[in-house]
């Protein structure tokens, strides 16, 4: 196997432009510790983003962290994942959201074995997961497939949910154990009340620290309050998205 973990980013976003800019610990922005957490996995790392000059901050920021960078469609993310994984032979991949400030590296190598034992194109979060955690690892072969599917440099593959349905792919879920599903925490970056969610939680505890631990301290303190009301404003825009699809 060659493995990689493909962060995924753009600097523009329809409900919270530039955040991936935003500073939250340490003086450290929020794609540098999603790549820093992303690195923890041990495994080659990637930044993914787009051709377009507003994307040119976070490449730059790429290469300062020292991890490879790829840039390509600002639409089909799935266009800049094939590219990548092609260009440096990668399989697996393991697809980080640049979002995912809490990323949980262990997990991401506990999917390796998985992987290695399956026969999947997909290993994908099960609907409990805690919110952040994990999304996707894809074979090359599975990525390949999607790619098939998703080939329209307009194809707007923000959320791949039904698209992996719709192109066939087998999929498994993720093996989890107990206390990595379940919680009432929502752990990624798409509003105001998210970045305030970051900056408590990890001024609580390092942005380092493994999942399990962030789970607890964000329970035992509270923080988790902070933007779980924003949890069904996400889901309900996942939904409109993959409904949008069905319908074309």
């Known amino acids: 196997m060659n ?6 980013a753009r600097s523009t976003s329809s409900r919270y432009p530039g955040k991936c800019f935003v500073e ?8 540098q510790i999603v790549i820093r957490r992303a690195l923890m996995s041990e495994m080659d790392v990637v930044l993914a983003t787009g051709e377009q000059d507003a994307d040119d901050q976070l490449a730059e920021i790429g290469r300062a962290e020292g991890v490879k960078v790829f840039r390509g469609n600002v639409i089909n993310k799935v266009e800049r994942w094939i590219g990548a994984a092609r260009k440096w032979d990668f399989d697996p991949i393991i697809v980080v959201d640049g979002d995912d400030l809490t990323f949980n590296y262990d997990m991401a190598k506990q999917v390796l074995g998985q992987i290695e034992r399956g026969s999947a194109d997909l290993y994908k979060a099960p609907a409990d997961i805690d919110p952040g955690f994990f999304t996707y690892a894809f074979t090359r072969a599975g990525m390949e497939k999607l790619y098939g599917y998703c080939n329209d440099a307009d194809q707007d593959t923000d959320v791949l949910t039904r698209y992996v349905d719709l192109a066939g792919l087998v999929q498994e879920e993720v ?5 990595e599903r379940g919680h009432t925490v929502r752990m990624t970056l798409d509003y105001a009340e998210d970045v305030e969610f970051y900056r408590q939680l990890y001024t609580a505890i390092p942005w380092d620290a493994p ?3 962030v789970v607890e301290k964000a329970l035992e303190t509270g923080i988790w309050e902070v933007n779980w009301a924003r949890h069904a404003d996400h889901a309900a825009n996942q939904a409109s ?5 069905e319908n074309q």
Do not use: H, R, W
């Not at 939250?24 to 929020?30: E, M, P, R, V, Y």
């Not at 093996?175 to 206390?179: K, R, T, Y």
């Open 3 to 8: 493995p990689c973990c493909m962060v995924t």
């Open 24 to 31: 939250i610990a340490d003086g450290l922005s929020a794609i």
């Open 175 to 179: 093996e989890l154990a107990d206390d």
């Open 211 to 213: 999942g399990k631990e």
């Open 241 to 245: 998205f993959n409904d949008a699809i």
